[in-house]
């Protein structure tokens, strides 16, 4: 008599589901980097939750929905995260990577919620100027960055079946802090571009060489570190993905991981001057912030992936734990 298998375990089928958790939240990031490109973070107001009032907005201009759309999706990101955290504790034992992933993205989606509610509260949004903005974006940068981070690994190390975090000190991650920090540097001073691009549009690149003769503004000038930066931590993106795979040639994954950062990378250092010569187009400029945050991305799985190797952190494996379900399945069926 045919018996029919077992069903997944528990942590077999938390990885589709947190994979599906980071996907869904990086297409609600990129949402809000268009909101904040089309200059609709005001479209609600200054209400929040609400949006200028009401639960739905109803007969409203194209910015109110753009920001209802990224509220609304922002407040699945928040139950998806609270389910993943809860299945994390519930199918993985205590003091595992996973555990602490599921965690630190529960602890930086409701950190970046809160972001959110403060520069709508405080009208730091659209083609707002002021130093409070300015100041507050290299942290809500970071926050958004370590979200991306935390919803990354926490598939990753469920799918490779690594049970503790490897320590950033490994010989091949030396050069991990450098790539980490300059990315970060990245994020800020490119947050700072964007929002002079929206204050002050240029009608031609010879109108936007102009604004630094006239100094309209403090971020005119800030906006000129981001390029400068950028051609020195590509170097240090690609000499961190040189040594990446010449530290382990025979483990697929981080030469694959090393090899598309270093790509992403060098085409980031022509994407950057192409959206400038274009005049700063919608699509350009998404495009140049959602390559930033998979380098971001990628260094992290790089240093995932080669981190436990060098180290000989434990592993398990989620699809051998299937099979030995199925065996002990058939046995007690026997």
Known sequence: MMRSPAPPTGRSRFVPFAWGVFIYSMLVILWGYFLRISESGDGCGTDWPLCLGTMVPTGHTFPTWVEFVHRATSGVVLL?????????????????????????????????????????????????????????????????FLLMGALALTPFWATRGIRRAPRIGASA???????????????????????????????SVADGLGQYVTGEHVLIYLRIIHPVLAVAVVAILIRWSRRMRAAHPSVPLVKRVATAVAILAGIQLVLGPLTVLLLNPVGTRLLHLLLADLVWVGLLIGWAEAGWRETGAEAYSWTKEVSESRLRTKAASS
Do not use: Y
């Open 173 to 203: 991650t030396r050069l991990l802090w450098p790539a980490l920090i300059g990315s970060l540097a990245l994020g800020w001073t490119g947050s700072w571009t964007g929002l002079a691009t929206t204050a002050f549009p240029a009608g």
């Open 80 to 144: 998806l995260v609270i389910a993943m955290a809860i299945w994390a504790f519930r199918a993985f034992p205590r003091g595992h990577s996973v555990r602490l992933g599921a965690i630190l993205a529960l602890l930086f989606t409701v950190t970046e919620s809160l972001f959110g509610a403060v520069l709508v509260i405080f009208g730091w949004v659209a083609t707002d100027i002021s130093t409070a903005r300015i100041l507050l974006r290299p942290f809500h940068v970071t926050n958004t």
